[in-house]
């Protein structure tokens, strides 16, 4: 099916330990980005790449690092997770950098750091 | 700073009673706005969007929003709600036209009381 898959759905690591998050689309879109969904914070921006090899930070984009080698892929790496990165990740993809295409999301990847 | 508010929560209403959820925000211009739902289990998917013009915009699965500028408001409303639209919804505002620029605001769970 065409659109965004996010791996894995759910993950629980230890504090220290890496942890990459994988986002994939299929709609050939330029751009995509990685938010983090906390209770009472609504969705907040960690990076976005505006095409293969660019990438850009957003508002919370301490303690994470993303690369974007092929279009279609935009994955997020935690490189020593902590507990207070426990959340619900979710990737989206968007045509254009204008915003009035609406933003396409995956179903999120809830990660629980101990 | 820019702003967007969601005042209220939680809501509960009865099935085919009317919905509306408020959204204000803090600018002087007028933004790009949209608001998005997030069923269970799922991605925010884009209900509707205003960038200009008439002040009525009409979305997907009959919901419509009203932006009033005097009141920097975008509420979202639905005539007769129905048990499939319990759900979190966000509002979202741009300033720059720019994807990588809209700001969340923390969502209004909305559950729904046969």
């Known amino acids: 099916d065409a659109g965004i898959t996010q791996s894995p759905r759910y993950k629980i690591t230890e504090t220290g330990r890496q942890v990459t998050l994988m986002c994939h689309q299929t709609?050939?879109?330029?751009?995509m980005f990685w938010y983090r969904q906390d209770l009472g914070h609504g969705l907040r921006l960690i990076y976005y790449s505006a095409a293969a090899d660019i990438t850009d930070k957003g508002e919370v984009p301490d303690g994470y690092v993303v690369s974007r080698s092929k279009t279609e892929n935009f994955p997020l790496t935690l490189e020593s997770a902590t507990r207070s990165q426990t959340s619900v990740y979710f990737c989206?993809?968007?045509?254009?950098?204008?915003?009035?295409?609406?933003?396409?999301f995956g179903e999120g990847s809830r990660l629980t750091v101990l | 700073a820019q702003s967007v508010t969601q005042p209220d929560i939680h809501i509960t209403v009865s099935e085919g009673a009317s919905l509306e959820l408020r959204c204000n925000y803090s600018?002087?211009?007028?933004?790009?706005l949209f608001w998005y739902v997030q069923s269970p289990g799922q991605g925010l998917q884009l209900l509707l969007k205003?960038?200009?013009?008439?002040?009525l915009v009409q979305g997907i699965k009959g919901f419509e929003a009203e932006f009033k500028r005097s009141q920097s408001s975008f509420n979202l409303r639905k005539p007769s709600v129905h048990w499939s639209d319990a759900a979190e919804y966000f509002c979202?505002?741009?300033?720059?036209?720019?994807?990588?620029?809209?700001?969340f605001g923390s969502g209004t769970r909305l559950s729904i009381r046969p």
């Open positions: 205003y960038f200009s013009g008439d002040t």
């Open positions: 979202a505002v741009d300033r720059y036209s720019s994807a990588s620029k809209i700001i």
């Open positions: 709609w050939s879109h330029s751009y």
């Open positions: 600018y002087g211009a007028t933004p790009y």
């Open positions: 989206a993809s968007s045509e254009s950098s204008s915003a009035g295409d609406g933003l396409f």
